[in-house]
């Protein structure tokens, strides 16, 4: 077992104790700090009575809203802690994923890929109800009223992309394969919305090997200003 963690994990760990031994924590995930205070205090926010609707105006998304509405509010919404599930899991998530995605991979693309998962949940909710119940990717219409908050779909799409480029075979193909589970055994929004977003963060790593595919140990140009990683 022992081995085959240090293969499956061993580039990954080697690449983050790299860039927390040159940068530490503060300085080398920034971005996730960041990220984690801003979830921490919108869900703070929008539990007080004078609050919600600040943050619904700001950060809520639904298929129902106009498509220029919900672009302007998908970035937010990304740090929008869903209502009905626990604050610690969407922090936790944060600061876990985001953190190794960041010490990892940079800044930028780090944003840049956890942008295009989010906005691929986004895109996907108004497309599969336009689809209906009946297609096989689509959505009840009841589901364009619900609110389409949180970081899951970007945490999916980091775990995936970083296991996949640190050569996490295993965790590659399991994290696709639990959300394949969550569909079938609950047919939701959310679900689906994470398969959405496995299928642009790979359309992206694909679209642009040269620029998102950089050898192990090659930092360069990320926007981290970390040195070289030898992983």
């Known amino acids: 077992m022992r081995a085959w963690a240090r293969a499956e994990w061993g580039p990954l760990y080697a690449a983050v104790r790299a860039a927390l031994l040159a940068r530490g924590p503060l300085l080398g995930a920034p971005l996730t700090l960041g990220a984690v205070g801003l979830t921490a205090l919108l869900q703070f926010v929008q539990n007080q009575p004078w609050g919600f609707g600040l943050v619904e105006a700001a950060g809520a998304v639904r298929a129902a809203d106009p498509l220029w509405l919900a672009l302007l509010r998908t970035p937010l919404s990304l740090f929008v802690p869903a209502l009905d599930?626990?604050?610690w899991g969407a922090l936790a998530q944060?600061?876990?994923?985001?953190?190794?995605?960041?010490l990892c991979l940079g800044r930028r693309r780090t944003l840049l890929i956890s942008y295009v998962a989010?906005?691929?949940?986004?895109?996907?909710?108004?497309?599969?109800?336009?689809?209906?119940?009946h297609a096989p990717f689509g959505l009840p219409a009841s589901d364009a009223l619900v609110v389409d908050t949180g970081p899951s779909a970007a945490v999916v799409g980091l775990a995936v992309y970083v296991a996949v480029r640190h050569h996490a075979c295993v965790t590659a193909v399991a994290v696709p394969g639990a959300m394949v589970v969550e569909v079938l055994l609950k047919d939701n929004l959310a679900g689906k919305e994470h398969l959405a977003a496995l299928l642009a963060v790979g359309a992206l790593f694909l679209a642009a090997?040269?620029?998102f595919q950089l050898p192990l140990g090659s930092r360069a140009g990320d926007g981290s200003g970390l040195p070289p990683i030898q992983s």
Request: hydrophobic content about 50%; aromatic content about 6%.
């Open 85 to 87: 599930l626990p604050v």
């Open 94 to 102: 944060v600061l876990c994923v985001f953190g190794i995605a960041e």
């Open 118 to 133: 989010t906005l691929a949940g986004t895109l996907y909710a108004r497309a599969g109800i336009a689809l209906g119940p």
């Open 209 to 211: 090997p040269t620029r």
